[in-house]
């Protein structure tokens, strides 16, 4: 079966893969329970994944962002991230905690939004095809 949406992580300026660095510090647990999510929406149509129970519509301060949430060891973690920049594509922006309908950490909307606008400026260098192993 072929990749329905591709993913992407965000890089900062030094072409630091900002996702799999967190990815990679995270427990083995949470790692294979992002990473399942992950690999399950890769192969769902964009337009279908408000059917699952994995990703999140946000409003407010992160209108425009969507969380891909995962439930390991009683933590909600939370990779946020958009459409784009180009059709079929879905670039992961910032990973973060939720806890007690907060965000944390508490900027992270501010911080994805600014990476949002590196990878539109600069599609090439700010981002790379993420890396499930």
């Known amino acids: 079966m072929s990749n329905v949406s591709l ?3 965000y890089t900062d300026i030094n072409r630091i893969n900002i996702i799999k660095a967190w990815l990679d510090a995270q427990p083995k647990k949470v790692k294979a ?3 399942d999510r992950l690999l399950q929406l890769e192969q769902i149509d964009r337009t279908d994944w408000h059917r699952t129970l994995y990703t999140e519509t946000l409003k407010g301060d992160k209108d425009g962002l969507v969380a891909i949430r995962a439930l390991s060891q009683g933590v909600q973690y939370r990779l946020l991230g958009y459409d784009g920049p180009n059709r079929g594509e879905f670039t992961l922006l910032a990973p973060c905690k939720e806890r007690n309908n907060r965000y944390e950490p508490l900027n992270v909307g501010p911080t994805s939004f600014e990476r ?13 095809r993420h890396d499930f192993g």
């Open 116 to 128: 949002k606008g590196d990878v539109q400026t600069n599609p090439v260098d700010r981002r790379i």
């Open 7 to 9: 993913f992407y992580d």
């Open 33 to 35: 329970k992002i990473t």
